[in-house]
């Protein structure tokens, strides 16, 4: 049965493991086996990011991603292992070009995959089928005091991420 403890502490445990990217994909990859017993046992999220732990090694988030808005694209400057487990969520993939953000293609993940984003790996995420997308996040660092960038929707061009940066630039779907 899913725990939600029980995810973060093999989480941080996964991160602290002599290869930690692989070890956090296992962890990831068991946990979302299973995406109805994650649904069951989740306890219910009124923010849509919800910051579950985080040290240096590791931040674990809760997110839900809105049908009705897109988080600019941005970037996470360390590894990125994002799974879904509700719903259906569509990323939108930017290509560097330059140092501005090039939209290339998209990724959709439905309840049970995820996908691992490198450090420079750009991407805007919206829930799809006209209903929210739930989804367990883990980066390899402390995501909240990394400096990272987000993209402008226009040009391209990065713009140092901040929370009213991000809240500013979040656009309508
Ligand atoms: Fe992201």
Same mark, same amino acid.
């Given at each position: 049965m899913f725990s939600l403890d029980q995810f973060a502490s093999d989480a941080r445990a996964a991160a602290a493991a002599p290869e930690p990217l692989n070890a956090v994909i296992s962890v990831m990859a068991e946990t979302l086996a299973d995406p109805d017993a994650v649904r069951a046992n989740m306890p219910e999220m009124v $923010?849509? $990011?919800?910051?579950l732990f985080e040290d240096d090694t590791v931040s674990i988030w809760h997110e839900r991603f809105l049908h009705t808005e897109i988080p600019p694209p941005h970037d996470h400057q360390t590894h990125a292992v994002l799974g879904a487990y509700h719903g259906r969520e569509r990323n939108g993939l930017f290509r560097r070009v330059g140092g501005q953000a090039i939209k290339g293609g998209e990724l959709v993940l439905g309840a049970g995959q995820f996908h691992v984003f490198g450090p420079d790996d750009i991407h805007s995420v919206q829930g799809l089928d006209g209903t929210p997308s739930l989804g367990l996040h883990i980066y390899l660092g402390p995501l909240t005091r990394i400096e990272r960038s987000l993209f402008d929707w226009g040009t391209g061009a990065p713009v140092p991420l901040t929370e009213d940066a991000f809240t500013g630039m979040i656009r309508a779907a």
């Open positions: $923010e849509n $990011e919800v910051l």
